[in-house]
């Protein structure tokens, strides 16, 4: 039995990744799973897919805060260790156990507790009280959480060296995973670009949007200057009118542009956002992947992405970015797609092959990584 945490985990990125998992841990006729996460929507649905498994079994939990948690993961997965005979805890919620003897396997999801940059940001925009509540006190538990795990899995190369600068890695072994499906009917033919019609931006978010690292001001700032300019546009953004109205990163003004498409469940209804004369921007300070820009690279359309190492690391050296916080630099990049400046066809067609080529050279199963961490036991 393998024990898989995945405690905290909701939102829709987080669930496509799970879901993935589980697809991978079907198909092992070596072990059963136990999966242990919080009572949600998309938990349930998963739930519904997989009830039927007899590889997978579900063990659902209310989320009742930070504390319950602590004890649960500590105390009742000993429990659960000793009477399923669980060889190993897969954390793919990114916390360890302390207490356990049993191998684990620790998944980094999010890179904020581990990047320099986001200590830089909130320096720069004064808010040292909010960074020691968002970042330096979780920094600290994380910190402390992966300095005592042997065994970790990254989605890119640049994770590993993002943490060397808060951990020692040298005595820790990584497994870089690939978290995204690269069979070639994955990828669709580059959508059509005229921009003599309506162009259509598409910002994809959650309900953290307003979070320092989501840098959602940077695509308000710049639909205010294109707003400026006689161009037919559009905003698709994920996000409804009513998350919007009183924040203080939108402008009103834009309102008349926008379409406010709140969270989208059906993978039908997202897809039909990566249509014709699109432009997908994303804005994030850092990223361990980045979903939405795969996304959009998949289904042929365009993406702009900060210049930052993440996105060359994950993207390729072909995505097209801006200078983070630059609105001329973001501007300058949009007008140089509609000005044609940019081989948007080839563009994409090298985007889509730099990201097989690099997926390809990444674990491509999940099972793999579990045996390779239970025979180093034996």
Known sequence: MILINA???????GIRVLEKLLKECTIDSDN????ICNNNVNIQILFAKYVKNKTIIFEIIENNGFLYRLYYENIIFKKIVFEKKVKLIYNFSGTTQLLLATPQLLKI????????KIDSVYKEQGKLLLWIKEIALKRIIFNFMSNNSLYLEIQSSHVKKNMSDFITVDNKTFFIKSDINVEREEFLIPVKYNFRYKIKF????????????????????????????????????????EELEYSPLW???????????GYIS????MNKLFCNNTILISTSIIETLGLHVIEAIK????????SEEYSYSVYG????????????SLFNSILSIINNKIDYKNNILMLQNDLINSEKNKYRSIVDIFQKVIDVQK
């Open 32 to 35: 059963k799973y136990i999966i």
């Open 299 to 306: 289904k042929g359309v365009i993406p702009i992405a900060p």
């Open 251 to 261: 402008e009103k003004s834009l309102n008349c542009k926008t379409n406010f498409l």
């Open 202 to 241: 598409l910002y994809i978010v959650g309900p953290h949007f307003e979070y320092t690292h989501k840098n959602f001001q940077d695509f308000t700032n710049v639909m205010l200057e294109i707003n400026k300019l006689s161009i037919d546009f559009e905003i698709n953004v994920t996000l409804s009118k």
């Open 266 to 269: 059906d993978k039908k209804e």
């Open 7 to 13: 405690l905290g985990i909701q939102d829709s990125g």
């Open 317 to 328: 050296e072909n995505i097209i970015t801006y200078d983070l916080f630059s609105t001329k």
């Open 109 to 116: 999801q999010n890179l904020l507790f581990y990047t320099k």
